[in-house]
């Protein structure tokens, strides 16, 4: 069973950028297709960036389009999340994910319940 632990989250201020993390153990990312997600209090989680297996395919939410950057690497079985210019709404416990299902069309890959494996989340927050 794959487990993830992300890392990177802290306080910074807005226009900042951060660098999320997230590590795998137990088996391979390599077939696993991986997202972010973020939840703010009293929010339901919502989706931020997916990457297929192979960083063939990314989708972004269109808040953050622009702003971050998703990329994996299977040899490390990490997956980031670069944030840049970073805003005050974009505070929120951040997850990672991941999905077997390797690929998938945007529609599928932005649900919550398109993802087995999900991490603890690390914090963003953004000050103005």
């Known amino acids: 069973q794959v487990q993830l632990v992300e890392s990177g989250g802290g306080l910074v201020q807005a226009g900042g950028s951060l660098r999320l993390s997230c590590a795998a153990s137990?088996?391979?990312?390599?077939?696993?297709?991986m997202g972010w997600f973020r939840q703010a209090p009293g929010k339901e989680r919502e989706f931020v960036s997916s990457?297929?297996?192979?960083?063939?395919?990314?989708h972004y939410a269109d808040s953050v389009k622009g702003r971050f950057t998703i990329s994996r690497d299977n040899a490390k079985n990490t997956v980031y999340l670069q944030m840049n210019s970073l805003k005050p709404e974009d505070t929120a416990l951040y997850y990672c994910?991941?999905?077997?299902?390797?690929?998938?069309?945007?529609?599928?890959?932005?649900?919550?319940?398109?993802?087995?494996?999900w991490g603890q989340g690390t914090q963003v927050t953004v000050s103005s």
């Open positions: 990457i297929n297996w192979n960083s063939g395919s990314t």
């Open positions: 994910a991941a999905s077997r299902r390797g690929d998938s069309v945007a529609s599928v890959a932005v649900r919550v319940q398109s993802y087995d494996v």
């Open positions: 137990g088996r391979s990312l390599s077939s696993y297709a």
